[in-house]
């Protein structure tokens, strides 16, 4: 059984730090793309950042050089670094996960197979 669980959210104020964790269970990890989502109230779920099997990664232009994604493949886990926060990076927080993402479609959440449940970022200005 699959298991993406998040963890490291909360309530800071605006220019603060904060890292999300996601541990991911029933999975080769090694072989999976893990990817971040988010969603604010009212809002489709949009791409944050995702990292391949191989370490290559990619975001959305609106957090380049503020968030970091990475993944530590003896623990099973994929951080989102994020640094610089706005109010509009306010949302829930997603982690999913896929073994056959089509690269041209990375930032699309329909190519991921597995979610987490979640974890609220709220940013307070």
């Known amino acids: 059984q699959v298991q993406l669980v998040e963890s490291g959210g909360g309530l800071v104020q605006a220019g603060d730090s904060l890292r999300l964790s996601c541990a991911a269970s029933?999975?080769?990890?090694?072989?999976?793309?893990m990817a971040w989502f988010r969603q604010a109230p009212g809002k489709e779920r949009e791409f944050v950042a995702s990292?391949?099997?191989?370490?290559?990664?990619y975001y959305r232009d609106s957090v380049k050089g503020r968030f970091t994604i990475s993944r530590d493949k003896a623990v099973n886990t994929v951080y989102l670094q994020m640094s610089s926060l706005k109010p509009e990076d306010t949302a829930v927080y997603s982690c999913?996960?896929?073994?056959?993402?089509?690269?041209?479609?990375?930032?699309?959440?329909?190519?991921?197979?597995?979610w987490g449940q979640g974890t609220q970022v709220t940013v307070s200005s």
């Open positions: 029933g999975i080769t990890f090694n072989s999976y793309t």
């Open positions: 990292i391949r099997y191989n370490g290559y990664t």
């Open positions: 999913a996960a896929s073994r056959t993402v089509i690269l041209s479609a990375i930032r699309n959440p329909n190519q991921y197979a597995h």
